[in-house]
Nanobody, 118 residues
Framework: QVQLVESGGGLVQAGGSLRLSCAASGSTFRPDTMGWYRQAPGKQRELVATITSGGSTNYADSVKGRFSISRDSAKNTVYLQMNNLKPEDTSVYYC????????????WGKGTLVTVSQ
């Protein structure tokens, strides 16, 4: 059974940095795409960044130039380096992984809270 476990959230002042990590369990799990989404109170979940098994990345416009996604495929782990954080980045951040075998399977972590104070 695949599980995604996030870590690294917390409270940080505006302008600060945090690094999120997400480790996927499952000895035969080979996700094609891994990424991060976030959901602020009262808002819909939105894409933050994704990275494919080939290393192609995609970012939301709101985080371009500030956030960087990376991946260690051998460890089935994805990272999100967040710099120059702003109060509007405050959200619960969710790890996502997608595996395409015969059909597409999506997996989600439970989320980690990032709070950016003024």
């Amino acid at each position: 059974q695949v599980q995604l476990v996030e870590s690294g959230g917390g409270l940080v002042q505006a302008g600060g940095s945090l690094r999120l990590s997400c480790a996927a369990s499952g000895s035969t799990f080979r996700p094609d795409t891994m990424g991060w989404y976030r959901q602020a109170p009262g808002k819909q979940r939105e894409l933050v960044a994704t990275i494919t098994s080939g290393g192609s990345t995609n970012y939301a416009d709101s985080v371009k130039g500030r956030f960087s996604i990376s991946r260690d495929s051998a460890k089935n782990t994805v990272y999100l380096q967040m710099n120059n954080l702003k109060p509007e980045d405050t959200s619960v951040y969710y790890c996502h992984a997608q595996e395409k075998v015969i059909f597409v399977m999506d997996y989600w972590g439970k989320g980690t809270l990032v709070t950016v104070s003024q």
